[in-house]
């Protein structure tokens, strides 16, 4: 549609989460027309986003170190771990600033239509983080969707045996309540 390289950079753009072609459109002509040293500094950012984050050697949360700063952090109550999917959840439950245990990421839920099975996450290395005794609750804080539900009922048949609390966040009503019935 347009020419070279602004094309591909429409292109690009728009295999970003969430960007369409029109959003790809209007953030590609938005760069055209910013200042140049304003583009180079997101470039530069871009780039320093890919040579020095990693992935916490803990949790599985992003990390400019070897620990991310919550698992590096002596004052989080360390016997609960809230598990999510994602880094971006994390980051979701601490804008509430009312937890105060550490994290589990597992990097994705499980999905059989998309050919991810427990396997293919950080499930084991969760197991041996309650290993050691010191958890004794664990909050389950996946999506509220098929997979989101799928992995949480995964992980409390395979957690049930070891004798910790396990909840899970709510999310909504209960099926068949009302508002009405609450304010009762």
Known sequence: ????????????????????????????????????ADVARLSQILADVKDKIRFCDLCGN????????ICGDSRRDSSAICVVEEPKDVAAVERTREFRGLYHVLGGAIS????????????????????????????????PNISGEATATYLTRTLAPLGLRVTRLASGLPVGVTWNTLMR
């Open 1 to 36: 549609m347009y020419e070279g390289i602004v094309q591909d950079l429409i292109d690009e753009l728009g295999r970003l989460p969430g960007i369409g072609p029109k959003s790809a459109q209007r953030i590609a002509f938005h760069l055209v027309q910013t200042d140049p």
């Open 62 to 69: 992003v990390a400019e170190a070897p620990r991310c700063r």
């Open 112 to 143: 059989p239509m998309d050919g991810i099975g427990p396997e293919d996450l950080r499930i084991r290395e969760l197991l041996s983080r309650l290993a050691d005794g010191g958890v004794t609750e664990v909050i389950i804080a996946t999506d």
